[in-house]
T-cell receptor, first 113, second 113 residues
Framework: QKEVEQDPGPLSVPEGAIVSLNCTYS??????FMWYRQYSRKGPELLMY????GNKEDGRFTAQVDKSSKYISLFIRDSQPSDSATYLC?????????????FGKGTKLTVNP | EAQVTQNPRYLITVTGKKLTVTCSQN?????MSWYRQDPGLGLRQIYY???????DKGDVPEGYKVSRKEKRNFPLILESPSPNQTSLYFC????????????FGPGTRLTVT
């Protein structure tokens, strides 16, 4: 089983829809969870960053972490065509001095006007 | 302007010909990292550095070398490139331990024939 699993999609939704993106993971030591957005031909940019379990909201974006289920989610409300991008989850455990980051494969999202 | 720069942006080379991809950041960040991104495999960490003269392997270090002699620079060296190293490479930097916001460079598309 890979450390981080993410459905690659592609996911296509109409403008205004609520989008749910998810990742599962196997390493129970992961404590830091991030979501990145990557536009075509660009480097990833950080969207959300959470530590341990719980929810975090930033505008139209909400990140959820459920450590008991080893499951993280990113919700996008009132999706816009400008949200069309690939979304990558990433996580780290910082165990033993390691600062390795493990990324999911990314989910390609298209929001249709 | 805060940024991470990579050079070259595009490179076509032949098997076995040593090459270096440079990475530089102007934000005085401690943590720098190299990733490769491949279709179906996502973003995978090659090497990272937590500070000058401190480097460590990521998930896919084979065939690569790095050095961190100055805080701002983190070159990626391919001593003897092979076709399986054809990929899109990203350099990233973060203030502190690397678990905050990573700033990604624009990417280097490498083709090894």
């Amino acid at each position: 089983q890979k450390e981080v699993e993410q459905d690659p999609g592609p996911l296509s939704v109409p403008e205004g829809a609520i989008v749910s993106l998810n990742c599962t993971y196997s390493n129970s030591a992961f404590q830091y969870f991030m979501w990145y957005r990557q536009y075509s031909r660009k480097g990833p940019e950080l969207l959300m960053y959470t530590y341990s379990s719980g929810n975090k909201e930033d505008g139209r974006f909400t990140a959820q972490v459920d450590k008991s289920s080893k499951y993280i989610s990113l919700f996008i409300r009132d999706s816009q065509p400008s949200d069309s991008a690939t979304y990558l989850c990433a996580m780290s455990d910082r165990g033993g001095g390691s600062e390795k980051l493990v990324f999911g494969k990314g989910t390609k999202l298209t929001v249709n006007p | 302007e805060a940024q991470v720069t990579q050079n070259p942006r595009y490179l076509i080379t032949v098997t076995g010909k040593k090459l270096t991809v440079t990475c530089s950041q102007n934000m005085n960040h401690e943590y720098m990292s190299w990733y490769r991104q491949d279709p179906g495999l996502g973003l995978r960490q090659i090497y990272y550095s937590m500070n000058v003269e401190v480097t460590d392997k990521g998930d896919v270090p084979e065939g690569y070398k790095v050095s961190r002699k100055e805080k701002r620079n983190f070159p990626l060296i391919l001593e003897s490139p092979s076709p399986n190293q054809t990929s899109l490479y990203f350099c990233a930097s973060t203030r502190g331990t690397g678990l905050g916001e990573q700033y990604f460079g624009p990417g280097t598309r490498l083709t090894v024939t």
